[in-house]
């Protein structure tokens, strides 16, 4: 994980990786509310490390084992979230009132078990800036949905035209809360947040295709996702398993923004 230097002149940071835990978020796999499911939890906190390191002193710096339980508690007493932002905006709080320190945090939280047709799960990575003012207003927010393993008619050779073959589609969107005038032309309901409506529209898209390249198919998710849901930018990975006899995987991945590719057409 990475965290942004913005603020504290560091690039020192304390992580903890893949810490597994059992919430509930949102609805399940299955639209089903109050069920529980497994959730991975990565942070990353910004902390000069300088001063621990000259004197090998814990008190200098932040325990991470302090963190773990921290995060712990709060998941095991809060028990029920509404959605993954919220889940990610309430443990920046706890970092406040914990005293984690004033560094950017990075937290990345995926539920592995949260789609049907995204093998690696659903996740949100959320950066917010360091300060004692830590507020919601500055995170930013980048929505993953990984390993969507799907079937559509893609390539140029004949045996390609006749027989689906899987893709598999990853994405990485970054939420757009500007509220200007071109973002509310879109869908009341197309919040980033709504995977209820974004996963079956990019499996509708990529599963009703015929392109011949992947780059044209890669294209049309970036536009479905941005013209109508709140997306400000989109990381589009789109593989071919079976393109080559002897390579593991080959595709392509694109970026696209709204207001490059989309808000002046």
């Not at 325990?63 to 905006?89: H, M, P, W």
């Not at 047709?117 to 917010?128: K, M, P, V």
């Not at 830590?134 to 045996?159: A, E, Q, T, W």
């Amino acid at each position: 994980m990475n965290v942004s230097k913005e603020r504290l002149d560091t690039q020192d940071i304390i992580f903890l990786r893949n810490l597994r835990l059992s919430a509930v978020i949102g609805k399940d796999a299955w639209g089903r509310v109050a069920k529980a499911q497994p959730v991975i939890l990565s942070i990353a906190l910004q902390q000069n490390l300088v001063n621990a390191a000259a004197q090998d002193d814990i008190n200098q710096t932040v325990s991470y084992g302090q963190i773990c339980k921290d995060v712990t508690k709060f998941v095991e007493e809060t028990r029920a979230f509404n959605d993954l932002l919220s889940f990610n905006t309430l443990l920046c709080n706890v970092a406040l009132l914990k005293g984690w320190g004033d560094g950017n945090l990075d937290v990345l939280t995926i539920l592995p078990k949260a789609s049907l047709r995204a093998e690696g799960g659903l996740g949100l990575n959320t950066s917010f800036l360091g300060g004692k003012d830590r507020m919601i207003d500055d995170s930013s927010n980048k929505f993953l949905v990984k390993d969507m393993k799907l079937y559509c008619i893609i390539g140029v050779n004949p045996h390609e035209r006749t027989s689906k073959q899987l893709v598999v589609v990853n994405l990485v969107i970054e939420e757009d809360r500007s509220g200007d005038q071109a973002q509310e032309t879109r869908s009341i309901d197309g919040h980033i947040s709504n995977w209820q409506f974004l996963l079956p529209d990019v499996i509708e898209t990529v599963e009703s295709s015929r392109y011949e390249t992947l780059e044209a198919l890669a294209t049309e998710v970036a536009t479905t996702a941005l013209t109508r849901y709140t997306v400000r930018s989109i990381d589009v990975s789109v593989e071919k398993p079976s393109a080559l006899a002897f390579v593991e995987g080959a595709g392509v991945q694109i970026k696209r923004t709204f207001a490059k590719d989309i808000g002046l057409k």
